[in-house]
């Protein structure tokens, strides 16, 4: 697959997103290097307290080889992504790598259940309103579902995973408040996650729905009086997905960054609620590990995104010059 894509007519778009995402992906790097030493003061001593003693701060230094030039500690730190080595907790000793292990998979269940659920509400969502409100008809539906989308998107998630807890889990108590326990626990912060997506993904699929409702071959379809169904399943239907697919694969990139905020509120056993432990404990070799592999992340998603629509559609943007 990878040799097909390189030998087409792509091939040098696709290699020019490759050496960008190289580079961005060295610059990630070197920031998330950076990091600990951006942090005022003595980062150990912030992470065992004023009280520690001078001996115990100068041992964990030493062992976490923050002692070293900056140059040899950047080459240990490469060297150590390269065989999966992330470093090691200032509170916990256990290595980084192992805590990611535990929790990004959590972290990934929850971001793309939210982009399925998003895509599979949002689509026929947009694709009715655009059907509903095209050459002028029915204002009032068009400026209902422009509002209505508007303010779900404008909403944060994490008011979103608020109201959630406080009407389904405390109320009714119909869901679990939070933890992972079972799928009934997945539904809250799924839903929380998807509400704002399904919104901004709606809004692309009506637009780029009137854009195929306008096209010649949906004109020559109505005028051979196809069903409507087949009119809109055969060929509107694949040609608003572009677009409409492309969103939700960088929807989902942003997703899984962007969920810091609703695993917190429903402590959910991800790298979100993570990241906030390791940051309010200081501990940040963990807080550096996990922003590294959030943008090592979105790097790869839209990379994908960009190869794949490359492939799929010959007029994409990919292939600019």
């Known amino acids: 697959m990878a040799a097909t894509i390189l030998s087409g007519p792509t091939s ?3 290699l020019r997103r490759l050496v960008r995402f190289a580079v961005s992906l060295v610059v990630l790097v070197l920031a998330s290097f950076a990091m600990i030493h951006l942090i005022p003061g003595d980062p150990v001593r912030a992470s065992l307290g004023p009280a520690a003693p001078i001996e115990l701060v100068e041992a964990r230094t030493a062992a976490l080889g923050l002692d070293q030039p900056i140059l040899t500690q ?34 990934l269940a929850l971001a793309l ?32 579902f422009g509002t209505a989308t ?24 119909a869901f679990p408040p939070a933890g992972k326990d079972g799928l009934e626990s997945y539904v809250l912060p799924v ?18 729905t009137l854009r195929v409702l306008g096209t010649d071959y949906v004109r020559l379809a109505r005028a051979k009086r196809l069903p409507a169904g087949r009119l809109y399943l055969r060929h509107v239907l694949p040609n608003t997905l572009t677009a409409t697919l ?51 992340i979105v790097l790869l998603v839209n990379l994908l995104v960009d190869v794949v629509l490359s492939m799929s559609d010959p007029t994409s943007a990919i292939k600019e010059s």
């Open 12 to 14: 040098r778009p696709v």
């Open 74 to 107: 950047l080459t240990t730190y490469v060297s150590g992504l390269l065989s999966g080595d992330m470093g090691t907790s200032f509170l916990t000793g256990e290595p980084v790598s192992e805590v990611i292990a535990a929790r990004l998979p959590n972290t």
């Open 113 to 144: 259940l939210a982009t399925v659920i998003a895509l599979l509400a949002a689509i026929p969502l947009g694709m009715w309103a655009a059907v509903r409100t095209e050459n002028g008809r029915h204002r009032g539906t068009e400026a209902a």
């Open 150 to 173: 508007g303010t779900v998107v404008a909403v944060p998630e994490f008011l979103y995973a608020i109201a959630l807890v406080t009407v389904f889990a405390i109320t009714l108590r």
């Open 191 to 208: 839903l929380a996650l998807a509400i704002g997506p399904i919104g901004m993904i709606a809004r692309i699929a009506r637009v780029e």
């Open 246 to 296: 492309t969103l939700g694969g960088l929807l989902l990139s942003s997703l899984i960054a962007g969920s810091v905020l609703v695993e917190y509120v429903f402590a959910w056993p991800g790298l979100g609620l993570k990241i906030v432990e390791a940051i309010t404990q200081k501990d940040y070799p963990v807080a550096q590990g996990v922003i590294l592999v959030y943008g090592a």
